[in-house]
């Protein structure tokens, strides 16, 4: 059974930073796909970053040079150091994951596997 938590939210000036987390539990497939996706009330999701089975990663143009994905699979612990934040950052962040390798990596629909959400809130 595969278990994401995510922590690692809260609430930030406009400038700051914060590092989220997702912990991954049952998740043993040898490739795939795990990433972050944000939503605001209101709006659809939007995938923001995602790291592969190989290494490679990919980011929404919003978020390219201000946040960073990384993992440590030893942990097996998948991270978003967040900088820069602005006000347009604010949502709940989710970290979603699937064994299928992913050509568009960022349309949320594409990912089976989901934890229940960190609120990351920026203020001006």
């Known amino acids: 059974q595969v278990q994401l938590v995510e922590s690692g939210g809260g609430s930030v000036q406009s400038g700051g930073s914060l590092r989220l987390s997702c912990a991954a539990s049952?998740?043993?497939?040898?490739?795939?796909?795990i990433g972050w996706v944000r939503q605001v009330p209101g709006k659809e999701r939007e995938g923001v970053a995602v790291?592969?089975?190989?290494?490679?990663?990919t980011y929404a143009d919003s978020v390219k040079g201000r946040f960073t994905i990384s993992q440590d699979n030893a942990k097996n612990t998948l991270y978003l150091q967040m900088n820069s934040l602005k006000p347009e950052d604010t949502a709940m962040y989710y970290c979603?994951?699937?064994?299928?390798?992913?050509?568009?990596?960022?349309?949320?629909?594409?990912?089976?596997?989901w934890g229940q959400g960190t609120q990351v809130t920026v203020s001006s």
């Open positions: 979603a994951a699937t064994e299928r390798r992913l050509l568009f990596r960022l349309v949320p629909s594409m990912y089976k596997y």
């Open positions: 049952g998740f043993t497939y040898s490739s795939y796909c």
């Open positions: 790291i592969a089975s190989d290494g490679t990663t």
